[in-house]
């Protein structure tokens, strides 16, 4: 029997300037796509990070009014280490952020205000590969994330907008999300894979209390695995996948 073949994955669309990352938590851009992210401010393209939370929930041995600015804090570092220097959050309450219009309002508020081309989010839907349950926070926001992209251009939904001075963009081409387990294209790893490391590697406390493991070895095991097996449909280099919708 012939081995069966392996949908490769298309290279990511390259004709744009502008991106709006999009996710729910501190860390959540680090494990996964901050090397394509960095590969991209390399080619002189501008990337903005909106996080819906200041992660204030996510370390059982830290009080939240210290935990959220401490990993605000650390994802600022870690922006930084991949060519990002505008990080805005959005304050919803880590671990019980809801989808609705209230989130979807402030997301298009970020896109109205960016006005990017390419907007990014991670994984919206119930499982990661039906393998594991994903969290409520990253479904809300990943699904909220697709809608404001079309929420953002429409004057007539949250006309408030418009009357706070954020004008309509519905320049939005692409939605790409990161974590899916449909992907569709991908980014090559390799320019950005060492700075990826570091970047996630900002979040020490974060990663300290996740895993006895030295921080390091765990942070370039996680993101070297994913790229290499990422780079199996994406002609043998190291990639970041992302699902595309086009708009």
């Known amino acids: ?25 501190p860390d959540d851009l680090e494990y996964g796509c901050s090397a394509a992210i960095a590969a991209w401010t390399d080619e002189g393209r501008e990337v903005a990070y ?7 929930a996510g370390i059982d041995t830290l009080a939240p009014a210290e935990c959220g600015p401490l990993r605000e804090r650390e994802q600022r570092a870690s922006a930084a280490v991949v060519g990002v220097s505008e990080v805005e959050f959005l304050d919803h309450r880590d671990g019980v952020i809801e989808y609705g219009t209230a989130l979807r309002r402030d997301i298009a508020a970020a896109i109205r205000r960016h006005r990017p081309e390419l907007v990014v989010t991670l994984n919206h839907r119930d499982t990661w590969g039906g393998v594991a349950w994903n969290t409520p926070d990253h479904v809300a926001v990943g699904r909220a994330t697709l809608d404001a992209a079309g929420d953002a251009g429409n004057r007539w939904i949250f006309p408030e907008l418009t009357e706070q001075g954020l004008e309509p963009w519905d320049g939005v081409r692409w939605v790409a999300v990161a974590g899916s387990s449909s992907p569709t294209h991908a980014v090559d790893a390799t320019p950005g894979l060492e700075r990826a490391v570091r970047s996630l590697l900002e979040h020490r406390t974060y990663i300290e209390a996740l895993t006895d493991e030295d921080p390091e070895t765990y942070v370039r095991g996680f993101l070297v695995g994913f790229a290499e097996s990422a780079g199996e449909r994406f002609g043998g280099k190291p990639a970041v996948t992302f699902e595309v919708f086009p708009r």
């Open 1 to 25: 029997m012939t081995e069966p073949t392996i949908t490769q994955l298309e290279p990511m669309p390259g004709d744009w300037r502008r991106a709006l990352a999009v996710v729910a938590h």
């Open 50 to 56: 909106v996080l819906a939370s200041r992660g204030e």
